[in-house]
């Protein structure tokens, strides 16, 4: 995935996108209140200059599927692992909640459901059929809506085609009015994220950890 | 008279030894009815941990660890008292430490028991810990066996089961005095626990040896398992908890623990089962003098930590140290000091104030201090995590705060049934012929 | 045959012990019994240990069992780790140490149930002697023509009292 930072208006619009398509639990005011919201994707905001001549940024943060990543060994249930396309996966029902991948996620990008997740009315009646419904005591976190990648992959299976660039799109590359975000295959190298990952304004966030990661940010460099 | 307990006439020790067991008093019912009712409300809180999920802590993104895990590592490591000092002080043949080594190995094997506990009382889904351990499965899968949890649970189970040998074996020649107990059910287990011993000198030398054995055996996995603790946190790549240091710098907080747990232990056994003729003041003042090594070493340690942390003055590990040292955790981290390390040295380094009473008061400012330095090494690096924007705050709830209160009335109603169960000193080891007599 | 005699003297107790060898008895013949352990010099009363071998034995055994299975298990669900190695002896290495010590107390506790004949009766018929404190019995085995000669040798190296039980 590339997500360009000089387009980004930090509108959001991925993040409610993401809490409907991934059916994620609600948190409400006072709980958010204490730190429990529980979003697969964040916006962060960064200021710059003094008031009242502020600039913000905005970064889009979510699960970096890192090739390397630093959840992966320390699960003692293998719950979160590589699938063979290589994202990096969690599987709900083997997790007991250690919360030791969460803690070793330096991009704290981890969310967990402190409850049984609940939506107030009637929002649980547009749940999402394709994404299962996580009980309290797991982890959970960004797939990169797994749930379309493999939609695309059997239409294309059945139709006897390979998957078109930019025929994939999670919901928040769906969402994104600016277009800021870009999905795609990094191991084609002629597809778009991968011609956009070579670009000079490509940056890897905490590269220098060497988890890896397989999101791209793409910023002018000042 | 009591500066030789080993001198006096049998008869009188095994008496005295014995005595115990036999009459409870009120006081004695008191304590462990009301340490009873604290640990049902421990359990009852999490009862409701269970039913409505971890969010009835203060647990919360990005502060994944709390009290549970604080929690954890100081009851590993009170569990350091027991088992190392008594296997050190068997092994260097120290005739001193006759009367201490039982006392200590029952701290050890319950503050195992609890400590083994938090792990799963953390877990999100509690009622699935056993999927940790290896067993042929349906969900057709083993456990990871990279993650550090794994560890844990390897170094848990092995540093349990030794030291609960390790307790037992010098148990079985008293269990077979005891055999001819007046109560039947207490004769029933007792000569269920004495394996027949017969006293026969076969038996003796193979209970020494295995002893012998065991000491070494428990010495190697006692340092082991708090450095699987330490790991716990040190493969993490975390800011300050990535640190070399951590493996023995928890051992030797743990030990120092230990030390603090044992002296207040000896102390409350000595006033309560009035044992003064057989916990001296020399006890006291060679266990001051251990838990005054262990501060001085707590303190290199320490240092050594924050000041390669001070020095080489990496953003993030300068945010976990700022926290600590002047931010909202200060006041914590300069109490820990001051109770870990200036009111045992000033108590115990300057002969003229060493005595009983100081030695229990310096062991309680340890204890609190090294739960503190638990607190200061979980919460701090969490709260500040590597993307500003994740920051957060950790107020622990009532939940936690009953969780931990029971833990520690569970370790006195074990301590105390201990007690009234089997002799608190192994009598036989009082033989009337000591080495000193010998020589 | 045994022969039950009481002493109050160490002293006494390792010359009857000499005494009895002399004359033919086996150290197998040959048991004390007392409230607390009696060391001797080596060569009166020797009982050979197997113990520590036994100990190492179990940790080698545990150990590379513990290793092997760790080994098969992580590669019997091979996953897919992102150029993270599946098994490696650095982070096994903790596993294969703690089972090596867990292999370790086990074969020690069971071996001493063994050697001390705990859990075998060596003899299921002998008698034991009640012992009280600072009391040393020993047992003798030996043939019911011989008993006479043996009982001598206990009186005259200072028993308090000998009894035959059959």
């Not at chain 2, 640190?243 to 951590?246: G, N, P, R, Y």
């Given at each position: 995935m590339v997500i360009d930072l000089d387009r980004c208006t930090g509108c959001e619009a991925c993040v409610v996108a993401c809490h409907s398509e991934n059916n994620i639990g609600m948190s409400t005011p006072e709980e958010a209140a204490r730190g429990r919201v529980n979003h697969w994707i964040r916006i962060d905001r960064y200021y710059e200059g003094q008031f009242p001549d502020i600039k913000v940024k905005y970064r889009p943060v979510l699960c970096q599927h890192c090739d390397e990543a630093p959840c992966e060994p320390v699960c003692p249930v293998n719950a979160t692992y590589h699938n063979p396309e290589g994202l990096n996966v969690q599987v709900y029902n083997r997790?007991?909640?250690?919360f030791y991948c969460a803690n070793n996620c330096p991009y704290t990008v981890r969310s967990f459901n402190w409850f049984d997740p609940k939506w107030p009315e009637p929002m649980q009646l547009q749940h999402n059929p394709d994404v299962s419904i996580r009980p309290g005591g797991v982890m959970e976190k960004c797939t990169f809506c797994i749930q379309r990648i493999k939609r695309v992959e059997d239409q294309a299976d059945a139709a006897g085609r390979p998957v078109a660039d930019g025929e994939v799109q999670p919901a928040c590359v769906q969402s994104c009015p600016a277009e800021a975000m870009i999905f795609g295959d990094l191991n084609d190298p002629d597809s778009k994220v991968s011609r956009l990952a070579g670009d000079g304004r490509a940056t890897k966030l905490m590269e220098e950890l060497g988890t890896k990661p397989k999101v791209v940010y793409l910023e002018k460099a000042r | 008279m009591a500066e030789h307990p080993e001198l006096l006439p049998y008869g009188i020790i095994r008496e005295d030894l014995f005595r115990p067991l036999s009459r409870a008093g009120s006081k004695w019912w008191f304590t462990v009815v009301a340490c009873f009712l604290l640990v049902v409300a421990g359990l009852a809180a999490w009862g409701v941990q269970l039913r409505d999920g971890l969010g009835v802590t203060g647990l919360n993104r990005p502060v994944f660890w709390g009290l549970y895990i604080v929690d954890f590592v100081f009851w590993i490591g009170i569990s350091h008292a027991g088992t190392l000092i008594s296997a050190i002080l068997r092994l260097t043949d120290a005739a001193w430490r006759k009367p201490v080594t039982r006392a200590a190995e029952a701290i050890t094997l319950f503050a195992l028991m609890i400590g083994g506990l938090f792990p799963i009382i953390h877990l999100g889904r509690a009622w699935f810990f056993y999927w940790l351990i290896p067993y042929p499965n349906a969900r057709l899968m083993w456990p990871n066996f990279r993650s550090p949890l794994v560890w844990d649970l390897t170094a848990i189970v092995t540093y349990v089961t030794g030291s609960a040998i390790y307790l037992y074996l010098p148990l079985i020649p008293d269990m077979a005095q005891l055999g001819a107990h007046n109560k039947p059910w207490r004769r029933k287990l007792y000569k269920a626990l004495s394996l027949g011993w017969t006293g026969s000198d076969r038996e003796w030398h193979a209970l020494e040896m295995a002893m012998k054995l065991n000491a070494v055996i428990i010495l190697a996995v006692a340092i082991s398992v708090h450095t699987v603790v330490a790991w716990d946190f040190s493969m993490s790549i975390a800011p300050t908890w990535h640190?070399?240091?951590?493996g023995p710098y928890f051992v030797v907080g743990a030990i120092f623990s230990g030390i603090g747990a044992l002296i207040i232990v000896m102390a409350t056994l000595r006033r309560t089962l009035h044992l003064e003729n057989y916990l001296i003041k020399r006890h006291f003042d060679n266990m001051s003098k251990l838990l005054l090594t262990m501060s001085l070493l707590w303190f290199y340690f320490t240092m050594s930590e924050h000041i390669t942390i001070w020095y080489g003055n990496e953003p993030k590990e300068m945010g976990v140290f700022g926290q600590r040292t002047r931010g909202d955790y200060a006041f914590w981290f300069w109490l820990m000091v001051f109770v870990n390390f200036v009111v045992p040295v000033t108590l115990l380094g300057i002969k003229k104030l060493r005595s009983v009473k100081t030695a229990v008061i310096a062991s309680f400012g340890v204890l609190i201090g090294m739960w503190l330095e638990r607190y200061l090494i979980v919460i701090p690096t969490l709260v500040t995590p590597r993307l500003a924007s994740a920051t957060s705050v950790y107020t622990p709830s009532w939940v936690e705060l009953m969780i931990t209160v029971a833990t520690f009335a569970a370790m006195i109603m074990l301590y105390l049934l201990f007690a009234r169960l089997f002799p608190i000193i192994a009598v036989w080891e009082y033989k009337p012929h000591s080495p000193e007599e010998e020589d | 045959m045994f022969l039950i005699s009481e002493f109050r003297s160490k002293d006494a107790l390792v010359e009857a012990i000499l005494a009895l060898k002399k004359a033919g008895?086996?150290?197998?013949?040959l048991a004390i019994f007392s409230e607390e352990p009696i060391e001797f010099r080596k060569g009166i009363l020797d009982r050979p240990s197997n113990m520590s071998k036994a100990a190492v034995a179990g940790a080698a055994v545990m150990g590379t069992a513990a290793t092997s299975f760790v080994y098969y298990a992580q590669n019997d669900y091979k996953l897919v780790t992102g150029g993270m190695p599946i098994f490696s002896f650095w982070a096994t290495g903790i596993i294969t140490y703690e089972m090596t010590m867990l292999g370790a107390i086990f074969a020690t506790f069971f071996w001493f149930l063994w050697e001390s004949g705990l859990i075998r009766k060596r003899d299921p018929e002998a008698p034991v002697p009640m012992i009280g404190p600072a009391s040393m019995s020993l047992r003798v085995r030996c043939e019911i023509s011989r008993a006479d000669n043996f009982v001598e040798i206990l009186r005259g190296s200072g028993c308090i009292k000998t009894e035959r039980v059959k």
């Open positions: 997790c007991v909640g250690t | 640190s070399t240091i951590f | 008895l086996t150290e197998n013949d």
